[in-house]
């Protein structure tokens, strides 16, 4: 699209959405931060960019909290890891909305994720996450260990079959691993997405999850669905073919009579609604949990890649936790503890999700400022874990920042790759036990090593992930 055309709809988009902003006619607090028609043109421009390097420069020029324009109206940045605590933990059931993106959507039928955990709202939500909760706790995701080693087995045995030295695109493989992990552990499903090449449940999460990133503006314009961007459509056709999936596994496990030991039963059993309660959180489940995850082991190769003195504490530990042929299993993965450093680490620097927020539900006093009912906090993971204030040395790649000799130095709220308080990830855990599983096979077998030019951009959509992650893969 030319420059002109670009400058053009987004100045239309603008007054559209300038409509739409919130609050209005409230006073809000007179703090100082950026212009806001600047800020506003940079969201809507890079938004990626703005959220991460954008604010991190805005954080050292107005402290603890300031206001930024952004497609959803003023959002105030807080960036303090005290004022963090306040609202998503001491403030957690007060403000314990998401900002509706939302809001002032068209067609939110459109969007499954609408009638789901993440957006659903006060009392309705607080009834929901209850009953998903247990299903997430540690007691529960150990025996799921088995079938994390299972398949992160199938995926050694597909790249054993590839000769030494050849290079693969492991994030595309992430992909499909952690489909397949996701499937098994939550749905009871077999998805079989790593054997079967043509299987593209992977690919139609990812235009998903890029779709809801990008356009984000466009969703506010009515009948923006048929406007004919090739991404749109994409994104379109892609939450039909998991809507289609969702709705098939709801069935069959009706059909089938037999109480399965999954997530989708749990839901299924508190008779909840088919087109507003299971299929969208079995939507949400599918793309909240699987991509995450595996961006975080991609980001993970992409460090220790580049870090073979890390790489090698990795194996010693693989050795002397589990030996060179051993397994890891729901015992002796709580003693991978330098793996668990180098998942932390990585986190730090590369959060999945750059930003979380919350809805101000109801007039709140922070920092000795009152902020008006329906104004937003936003919270910048990526800013804050790049913050030299909290963490030296920032960019350095360094899992001993969180070993047991050192995370006390860590700052109190300062690593919330996953957010904090009652509205965090509630699949942090199966995301953490997963990924640590994952690491100690591939890293028991095979070392891998960046190929040039690889991986220089972060990608704009929904997650701050590798644009692409090709590796040469070494056997050990
Ligand atoms: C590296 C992996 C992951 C990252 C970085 C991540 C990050 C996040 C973040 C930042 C939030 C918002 C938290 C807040 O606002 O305080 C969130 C919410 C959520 N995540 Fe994750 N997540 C990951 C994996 C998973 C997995 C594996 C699942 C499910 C199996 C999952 C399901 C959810 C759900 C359902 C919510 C909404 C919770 C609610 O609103 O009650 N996530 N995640």
């Known amino acids: ?26 006073p809000l607090p007179n703090l100082s931060g950026p212009n806001p028609v600047l800020s506003f043109f940079q969201f809507a421009y890079n938004p990626i960019k703005l959220m ?37 933990l001491e403030k957690g059931q007060e403000l314990v909305n998401h900002t509706p993106l939302t809001r002032s959507i068209s067609h939110p039928e459109k969007i499954p994720t609408f009638y789901s955990l993440i957006s659903i709202r006060d009392d309705e939500w607080k009834k929901r996450r209850k009953v998903m909760s247990p299903f997430f706790t540690l007691p529960k995701i150990l025996p799921l260990v088995e079938i994390f080693r299972k398949q992160a087995e199938i995926l050694c045995d ?20 952690t489909a397949d992990i996701l499937g098994e552990s939550v749905f009871g499903s077999q998805f079989n997405s790593q054997i079967d090449p043509s299987n593209s449940i992977a ?65 299924i059993d508190l008779n909840m609604d088919m087109e507003t309660a299971l299929i969208p959180e079995s939507f949400l489940f599918l793309i909240a949990g699987h991509e995450t995850t595996a961006t975080l082991l991609s980001w993970a190769v992409y460090l220790i890649a580049q870090h073979p003195e890390v790489e090698k504490k990795i194996l010693e530990e693989i ?33 999945p999700a750059v930003v979380t927020d919350r809805e101000v539900s109801v007039e709140t006093v922070l920092d000795g400022h009152k902020f008006p009912k329906n104004c937003s906090f936003m919270v910048p993971i990526w800013a804050i874990h790049h913050n030299e204030k909290y963490w030296p040395n920032p960019e350095k790649f360094d899992p001993t920042r969180f070993d047991t000799e050192h995370k006390q130095n860590i700052q109190p709220f300062s690593w919330l790759p996953f957010g904090v308080g009652p509205r965090m990830c509630i699949g942090s855990k199966l995301s953490l036990v997963e990924s640590k599983v994952v690491l100690a096979k591939l890293y028991q077998k095979f070392s891998f090593q960046l190929v040039a030019p690889t991986c220089t951009t972060a990608k704009a959509g929904g997650l701050l992930k590798p644009e692409q992650l090709l590796v040469k893969l070494r056997k050990i």
């Open 158 to 177: 597909i790249l054993s079959k590839n000769e030494d030295g050849s290079i693969l695109d492991i994030q595309y493989k992430f992909a499909n691993l």
């Open 52 to 88: 991460t390097v954008g604010i991190l420069e805005y954080t050292y020029k107005y402290p603890h909290i300031f206001p930024v324009s952004s497609v959803v109206g003023t959002e105030y940045i807080l960036h303090d890891p005290k004022l963090v605590k306040e609202i998503l």
């Open 203 to 267: 690919k139609a999460v990812a235009s998903v999850v890029n779709g809801i990133g990008e356009y984000r503006l466009f969703l506010r314009i009515p009948y923006w669905y048929k406007f004919p961007f090739p991404k749109l459509q994409r994104f379109l056709t892609g939450t039909n073919q998991l809507m289609n999936l969702c709705r098939q596994m709801v069935q069959q496990h009706k059909e089938q009579g037999i109480p399965h030991n999954d997530l989708l039963q749990c839901l």
């Open 1 to 26: 699209m030319s420059l002109f055309l670009t400058i053009t709809l987004i100045s239309i988009l603008t007054l559209f959405v300038w409509f739409f902003r919130t609050p209005r006619g409230t």
């Open 319 to 351: 050795i002397q936790v589990i030996g060179p042929n051993g397994e890891p299993t729901a015992d002796n993965i709580p003693s991978l503890e330098y793996i668990d450093c180098v998942i932390q680490e990585t986190l730090r620097l590369y959060p």
